[in-house]
């Protein structure tokens, strides 16, 4: 077989087994339930998943919940939710916080062979302490306590008895090193705050690289896949496992995901969300998980758009295209098509007989025959798209046309001769005849065509709700903004635009939830504020990409 092309954590992972390093595959995604997921974590998700199925091995889901002050089971139940919707299932569930007492029995041990000791700076003396990249720090004034005065300091830290930013308990490794996170980093910070499931049993929390190594060292991970920020603190999570001697991972740093036209970190995200700029964390126009749901991505999409994008070594922006590509791809080929007028101009069959009323067979999606096909009313009063039509028009124009001619999709060919407008000029009714011969299915003419445009019949349509979303920020990169200016200055005032459509009976039965391909228009999807009968549609993505260059 020709030889598969392996990205770099790949090639690491298969080096690894081949020298015995490890003898399978075990990966995790490690969230802190602090936010909703977005799109970034979904390439985290489908990095973790899909090694560990291709090598055979496990993934775990990980809750790295340590900080007590932003956590709230809200978050971890939509995470569940999001992986699941994504495709994946978890091998094991964890949470760091089952691990406290294991990480507390470690520091003691750490204390013990005089690699941990209590300090009593406060956190700005702790920062002036640590220096600076050109600068040395300083020794910490209680860095050589004795083992035994440290092991009581820091039971009575655990016990409650010091109020907080009072004492850390901090790693004696190196306040010279080059590496910032190797200047004595601290282990653990008293905080008396209520944790989301320990509740108010510990008065101390452990920091992200004291608990994050740890807790993957505990599940037996082999691949710890992280962001590039990571970089400068793999010599710490090395240290720790082995002055520990315990199963001891390779954490392998990848480039996090950005794109243009948004923002991905869950603090600005929530702010969002809070100020109300968007309706809620699921609102279509982020780029949360629950949010490219509700927008009508498909969970095959994204993992595509996932894959597609691939993992590199180095930043860099992807461009929102590629994602809107993605699921235009997916539901060109599973959206059932549905004919719906945006702006509808009215327009009469002069020739049709009065009340009469014709079933159109129409193909419900062109690249599935599976799907079928359905009847769709016609008669002798329509909608069209005020766009389809022009009274004087010029010659490549090949929609409908003054003394020109048309085809009605899965209907027939159409002549106009006249039109009807109102005092101010506008056009408000198109007069045209029908070619009888040309009827699907009557099988009378050859009569060709260049255009075909769609349309619904009046007396048939519905008119429902139409959510088109346009992108949240104006600027392609929200986040690289002058001095004193915010991320929040490039909001897009036109990032929502609510109208209505006339839309065939036919998608008055559409389910929240629900796909669909306007003809010639876009992809929509059924909103969940939609009540039976009564669909209320966002616009995914239109069928081309409108913005491109
Ligand atoms: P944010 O900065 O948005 O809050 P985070 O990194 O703090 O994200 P975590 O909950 O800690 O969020 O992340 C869980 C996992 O998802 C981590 O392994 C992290 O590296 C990964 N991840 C987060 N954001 C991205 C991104 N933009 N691209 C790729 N992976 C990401
Ligand atoms: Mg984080
Ligand atoms: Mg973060």
Not at 312 to 330: P, Y
Request: proline content about 5%; overall charge negative.
């Amino acid at each position: 077989p020709a030889a598969e092309r392996l990205n770099f954590i790949e090639v690491a992972i298969q080096k690894d087994l081949e020298s015995g390093r490890f003898s399978g595959v075990q990966t995790r995604f490690p969230p802190e339930p602090n936010g909703y997921l977005h799109i970034g974590h979904a390439k985290s998700i489908c990095l973790n998943f899909s090694l560990a199925k291709k090598y055979n091995g496990a993934c775990n889901l990980r809750f790295d919940d340590t900080n007590p002050s932003k956590e709230e089971t809200e978050y971890v139940d939509s995470i569940k939710d999001d992986i699941r919707w994504l495709g994946f299932n978890w091998d094991n569930l964890h949470f760091a916080s089952d691990y406290f007492d294991q990480l507390y029995e470690w520091a003691v041990q750490l204390i013990r062979s005089g690699d941990a000791y209590v300090c009593d700076l406060d956190s700005e003396q702790t920062r002036l302490y640590r220096g600076t990249v050109t600068e040395p720090g300083k020794n910490s004034p209680t860095r050589d306590r004795s083992v035994e005065e440290n092991l009581d300091l820091f039971a009575r830290m655990k016990a409650g008895e010091f109020p907080e930013g009072s004492h850390t308990l901090r790693a004696k490794i190196d306040m010279a090193s080059p590496n910032l996170n190797l200047r004595d980093p601290v282990m653990y910070r008293i905080m008396k705050a209520h944790h989301h499931r320990t509740g108010d049993t510990w008065k101390i929390y452990p920091m992200y690289d004291w608990a994050h190594g740890e807790s993957d060292s505990l599940e037996k991970i082999t691949f710890s896949i992280c962001t590039l920020e990571f970089e400068n603190h793999r010599p710490l999570y090395d240290w720790f496992c082995k002055k520990l001697e315990i199963h001891h991972p390779r954490q392998i740093e990848f480039a996090r995901l950005n794109m243009t036209y948004t923002v991905m970190s869950k603090r600005k995200l929530l702010d969002l969300v809070t100020a109300k700029h968007v309706s809620g964390w699921d609102d279509p126009r982020l780029p949360t998980i629950v949010g490219l749901r509700r927008r009508g991505y498909t969970p095959e999409s994204i993992r595509d758009f996932c894959e597609d994008i691939g993992v590199a070594k180095f930043n860099s922006t992807i461009d929102v295209v590629k994602l809107e590509n993605a699921v235009r791809t997916h539901l060109n080929k599973v959206a059932e098509r549905r004919m719906a007028v945006l702006d509808p101009v009215k327009l009469t069959l002069t020739n049709w007989p009065e009340g009469k009323v014709e079933m159109m067979e129409a193909v419900n999606n062109p690249e599935d025959p599976a799907a079928g096909t359905r009847q769709v009313p016609f008669s002798g009063t329509l909608y069209i798209e005020r766009e389809d039509f022009r009274e004087e028009a010029p010659r490549k124009y090949f929609r409908l046309k003054k003394g020109g001619a048309v085809r009605l999709r899965y209907a027939c060919i159409i002549d106009c001769h006249d039109v009807v407008k109102d005092e101010a000029g506008n056009v408000v009714e198109i007069l045209c005849t029908y070619d009888e011969d040309t009827l699907s299915g009557a099988g009378k003419s050859d009569r060709k065509c260049k255009g075909t445009i769609h349309w619904v019949s009046a007396e048939h349509a519905a008119e429902v709700p139409l959510r088109l979303y346009d992108r949240l920020f104006s600027d392609e990169k929200p986040e690289s903004v002058k001095d004193g200016g915010s991320y929040l200055d490039s909001l897009n005032p036109d990032s929502l635009q609510e109208t209505t459509a006339m839309v065939e009976p036919a998608l008055l039965d559409a389910e929240v939830g629900d796909r669909v391909q306007f003809e010639r228009t876009g992809y929509f999807c059924v909103d969940p504020d939609s009540v039976p009968g009564k669909p209320v549609f966002n616009r995914t993505v239109g069928l081309r990409d409108s913005w491109g260059k």
